[in-house]
């Protein structure tokens, strides 16, 4: 028998020291950074939508148009920093890609740009121009590509080509917020009722874009063991409402979504389906129906998603009522309209695209008029 010495070829004993000081200390400022960014911006206004006393329900908005980029995305590109810095995945000097319709990507681009860091955002040529003005503004670069279904690929290829990081929104949105509280969403919406006269509201509505935000308001929900149930609204064509419906998470329509922000063509990797107690469908001329009559009669001007969030919002509210049910229900309002003036609130693009807003808007001022549901073409 015969032993090896020291010098007989062995490498794989020893000590293996990747510490990188330097790193690690821009990484302890950067992480600094993006906390700072929470405590100033994540407490977001929850507004009382009117609603006739004499029904004995409460509707409320959680405004998220008010964070730094003017939407509920600021919370996920925060997150998502946040993931990939503790995680050691974006250093100092990385280029940080996205595969962001644009809200996402915008709210990305200020964290970038926050950091020192460049970002590119791939989308589709479709997305509104005031979004990649946006993204544009906050010193990001956008990558164009035919269709939706092509930006997955896009953003990976691009951020392997460059050496950087792909913060892949669609897969990891559900587990880089800490959905027991940390000032999450839902956390800050039930410190926000306390006071209220229904602090634990009978539904919470969201939609789904990446799942993210029904995934971190549905697991609160159980761990704070609240009886509060989850909507989740999801637009015509998206593949989430049939995935849920039928059990498929396989469901696929292919079909990019008119409401941006909400809606996928593909099940997204962070829906969580299991955690969602009910779901609706939102006809898309519903969707914009519903947030041009949050204008007319609050003045609040909000993009397509808040009109789909408030389209079922009011359908469970007039469910209550038609059950002499008293209590509260709380929604989103997604961003703002500003970034719609040429799509949404132009008749001349709503009607190229087939749409007539005019049973929708029926149903929704017979119900405030009278609390009874209607659905459009139902006699309304």
């Known amino acids: 028998m015969s032993s090896a010495g020291p010098d007989a070829g062995t490498t794989d004993l020893g000590d293996v020291d990747r510490s990188d000081p ?49 939407s509920l995305k600021h919370r996920l590109a925060r ?31 200020y964290f970038a740009r926050m950091l020192g860091l460049p970002f590119v955002a791939v989308m589709p040529r479709s997305t509104s121009p005031e979004k990649v003005a946006l993204i544009e503004f906050h010193g990001g670069r956008c990558h164009f590509v035919d269709s939706a279904a092509e930006i997955y690929d896009a953003a990976r290829r691009l951020a392997a080509e460059c050496g950087g990081h792909y913060l892949d929104q669609f897969t990891y949105a559900e587990r880089a917020t800490d959905w027991r509280g940390n000032n ?56 989430f409402y049939p995935s849920w419906r039928d059990g498929d998470p396989t469901a696929a329509t292919g079909r990019p979504s008119r409401i941006e922000g909400i809606g996928r063509p593909r099940v997204e990797p962070s829906f969580v389906p299991t ?13 914009l129906a519903a947030m041009r009559h949050l204008e007319r009669i609050t003045g609040r001007r909000a993009g397509g998603s808040t009109g789909t969030n408030l389209w079922g919002a009011y359908q469970l509210v007039a469910e209550m009522v038609a059950a002499g049910r008293s209590g509260s229900v709380v929604t989103l309002l997604c961003d ?14 709503v009607a190229g695209q087939g749409l007539d807003l005019s049973p929708p808007t029926a149903t929704l001022e017979h119900f405030l008029a009278t609390g009874e549901w209607r659905p459009p073409g139902d006699g309304a």
């Not at 690690?24 to 100033?40: G, Q, T, Y």
């Not at 609603?51 to 148009?65: A, H, M, R």
């Not at 956390?187 to 971190?216: D, K, Y």
């Not at 703002?336 to 693009?349: I, K, L, P, Q, V």
């Open 79 to 109: 997150s998502l920093f946040l993931y990939g810095l503790c995680s050691g995945q974006i250093t100092e000097g990385s280029t940080v890609v996205e595969a962001s319709s644009g809200s996402t990507a915008v709210s990305e681009a």
């Open 22 to 70: 330097a790193g690690r200390a821009w990484v302890d400022r950067a992480v600094a950074a993006v906390e700072a960014d929470a405590r100033r911006s994540a407490d977001t206004h929850l507004l009382v939508h009117p609603l006739p006393p004499q029904w004995g329900v409460d509707l409320y908005l959680k405004d998220e148009s008010t964070h730094p980029t003017g």
């Open 275 to 287: 955690i969602v107690d009910r779901m609706l469908c939102v006809p898309d001329a519903a969707s």
């Open 336 to 349: 703002g309209g500003e970034r719609y003036a040429r799509t949404y609130y132009s008749d001349d693009w």
């Open 184 to 239: 999450n969403i839902a956390e800050s919406v039930f410190e926000q009722l306390a006071l209220e006269r229904h602090p634990v509201p009978e539904w919470v509505v969201v939609g789904a874009g990446t799942g993210g935000t029904s995934a971190t308001i549905g697991r609160y929900l159980r761990y704070r063991r609240l009886p509060t149930r989850l909507a989740v609204v999801d637009p015509e064509g998206s593949s």
